[in-house]
Nanobody
């Protein structure tokens, strides 16, 4: 069982930056592929980024590639999402998730644990 708690959301102007954090409980954090998803009002939840268990291997949605960076610190049981050059269309609730699947995981159906989400609002 893994419990995930996101933090770091807030209100930022377009072009600004935010760093989201997701702290995981338990001592098996390094066994999970971690991902970030987001859900805007009236829209489906969508994939943002994923990080492999080790090795710094990552994958991004095209909409955030070059602007967002996912990273993880297995010693701290934490995954981060550094967001730069934010746009109003990035406004959403951001969720972190943990998957027991191998490799990089983009499908939300393959994630086993979810955080409660943190709101990110980008004003124009």
């Amino acid at each position: 069982q893994v419990q995930l708690v996101e933090s770091g959301g807030g209100l930022v102007q377009a072009g600004g930056s935010l760093r989201l954090s997701c702290a995981a409980s338990g001592r098996t954090f390094s066994r999970y592929v971690m991902g970030w998803f987001r859900q805007a009002p009236g829209k489906d939840r969508e994939f943002v980024a994923t990080a492999a268990r080790i090795g710094g291997i990552t994958f991004y949605a095209d909409s955030v590639k070059g602007r967002f960076t996912i990273s993880r610190d297995n010693a701290k049981n934490t995954v981060y999402l550094q967001m730069t050059s934010l746009k109003p269309e990035d406004t959403a609730v951001y969720y972190c998730a943990a998957s027991q699947q191998p490799g990089l995981v983009r499908d939300m159906r393959d994630y086993d644990y979810w955080g409660q989400g943190t709101q990110v609002t980008v004003s124009s």
